[in-house]
């Protein structure tokens, strides 16, 4: 990963990163959950395209994880934010795991699965609350952000991209 070629990080730079990973875990969760209502009522099998569309996502917010996971490991002594990452991570690979495994086992998408699945998805806001109030909080600023958000936010979202 790029961002991990930078040798140090600083608060704001912590910021950018975790715009871009609650952006892009949130993207993969809704566009899953999207794909989940589409397939509400149907047996496995019966919608391939949005079967593989689901599956992209689901395990996209994996990846997104991953990387999260990986960013903290190597700036944790350095930056607050990342303190309790790999409890957060833990937490919410558990909980994506059970939604998953969950998929994997049911034989139809029934409104029950579907519904257990998303509210999963959903109890991640609460797991990365404090990336996403601190986030919230810096872009405040809109337009008067800074150039080192900015830019690490920029590459860290093309780390995400590159998977």
């Excluded at 140090?8 to 959950?33: I, M, P, R, V, Y």
């Excluded at 569309?53 to 607050?80: E, N, T």
Aim: aromatic fraction near 8%; glycine fraction near 6%.
């Amino acid at each position: 990963m790029e961002i991990l070629r930078l040798i140090t990080l600083n608060e704001t730079e912590a910021q950018g990163c975790a715009s871009a990973f609650t952006d892009s875990l949130f993207g993969e969760l809704n566009a899953a959950s999207m794909y989940l209502r589409k397939l509400e009522g149907q047996p496995k099998g019966s919608a391939f395209a949005y079967e593989m569309s689901l599956d992209r996502h689901r395990y996209g917010a994996l990846m997104v994880l991953d990387r999260w996971a990986a960013l903290a490991r190597a700036f944790d002594p350095h930056v607050a934010m990342f303190r309790d990452a790999a409890r957060s991570v833990r937490a919410a690979e558990d909980i994506l795991g059970r939604a998953n495994e969950l998929i994997d086992a049911t034989t139809e998408y029934g409104g029950d699965v579907v519904a257990a699945c998303i509210a999963a998805f959903q109890s991640l806001n609460l797991t990365f609350e404090t990336e996403r109030k601190a986030v919230e909080q810096a872009e405040k600023l809109g337009p008067m952000l800074s150039e080192e958000y900015k830019r690490t936010r920029r590459i860290f979202l093309q780390d995400l991209a590159a998977r």
